[in-house]
């Protein structure tokens, strides 16, 4: 499965990198998709901590930030996305596409499922 975090507030949290590195040691693709800031070559200074765990991970460069537009666009192909902002959720829910949006309280029990 393609597997999607929000980090704010989602993947920053130690308990959800568990289940995070979980799913890739069970073969997932996972990715990181945040909405913040693009700032060109200091992208990744910038974000560091976001690059950082990505690294740590084992989610290498499979890392999205949306410059603040709605992240259901960067989604296609993807089977869930886990983050903690209802609006993005419900706007990814809404829109025609397979890929599933959750609360990130949702991945331990996607976790079990899959
Ligand atoms: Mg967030």
Same mark, same amino acid.
């Given at each position: 499965?393609? /597997?999607?975090?929000? =980090?704010?507030?989602? !993947? %920053?949290?130690?308990?959800?990198?568990?289940?995070? $590195? &979980? =799913?890739? %040691?069970?073969?997932? %693709? *996972?990715?990181?998709?945040?909405?913040?800031? /693009?700032? &060109?070559?200091?992208?990744? *200074?910038?974000? $560091? @901590?976001?690059?950082? *765990?990505?690294?740590? +991970?084992? /989610?290498?460069?499979?890392?999205? +930030?949306?410059?603040?537009?709605?992240?259901?666009?960067? !989604?296609? &192909? =993807?089977?869930?996305?886990? @983050?903690?902002?209802?609006?993005?959720?419900?706007?990814?829910?809404?829109?025609?596409?397979?890929? /599933?949006? +959750?609360?990130?309280?949702?991945?331990?029990?996607?976790?079990? +499922?899959?």
């Amino acid at each position: 499965m393609k /597997i999607s975090f929000d =980090f704010d507030n989602t !993947l %920053e949290k130690p308990e959800i990198q568990k289940i995070a $590195k &979980g =799913f890739i %040691e069970k073969g997932h %693709e *996972v990715w990181i998709t945040s909405s913040r800031k /693009i700032i &060109g070559d200091q992208t990744r *200074v910038i974000h $560091k @901590d976001i690059f950082d *765990v990505a690294i740590r +991970l084992g /989610i290498g460069s499979n890392i999205q +930030l949306t410059n603040y537009q709605d992240k259901f666009n960067y !989604l296609s &192909g =993807f089977d869930i996305h886990l @983050d903690d902002d209802k609006e993005q959720i419900d706007l990814i829910n809404a829109s025609n596409q397979k890929c /599933i949006a +959750l609360h990130f309280e949702s991945a331990k029990n996607i976790k079990k +499922l899959i």
